[in-house]
């Protein structure tokens, strides 16, 4: 009933660009942390950008830092990251994920909802 479902990921070149979005059904997001996280093949999960419930803050890992920007459309219910100058190392599949704080949380364990995941691929 309460899901995360991440859309948006897909086959881009180097230095393209893609819009990720973390739709939340059931619930609303309005007061959720949110993580992107992701995990390429053979690597451990790593988180990219968080976002705060309610006071505002972002974080971005050094790795994705000026590349990609977290945002939210609490209209539409929805939290998006949006991916610049896309590297092959960016390939992996990315993740959502929520929990109901108001500060900004990078513990992965401190989520409690999950996404699906979406595949962002990167090759030439």
């Known amino acids: 009933q309460e899901q995360l479902v991440e859309s948006g990921g897909g086959l881009v070149q180097p230095g393209g660009s893609l819009r990720l979005a973390c739709t939340a059904h059931g619930f609303s997001l309005a007061h959720y942390a949110i993580g992107w996280f992701r995990q390429a093949p053979g690597k451990e999960r790593e988180g990219v950008s968080y976002?705060?419930?309610?006071?505002?803050?972002?974080y971005y890992e050094d790795s994705v830092k000026g590349r990609f920007t977290i945002s939210r459309d609490r209209a539409k219910n929805t939290v998006y990251l949006q991916m610049d100058n896309l590297k092959v190392e960016d390939a992996a599949v990315y993740y959502c994920?929520?929990?109901?704080?108001?500060?900004?949380?990078?513990?992965?364990?401190?989520?409690?909802?999950w996404g699906q995941g979406t595949q962002v691929t990167v090759s030439s």
């Open positions: 976002m705060g419930g309610s006071d505002g803050s972002i």
């Open positions: 994920a929520a929990t109901f704080r108001g500060v900004l949380v990078r513990n992965a364990q401190e989520f409690h909802k």
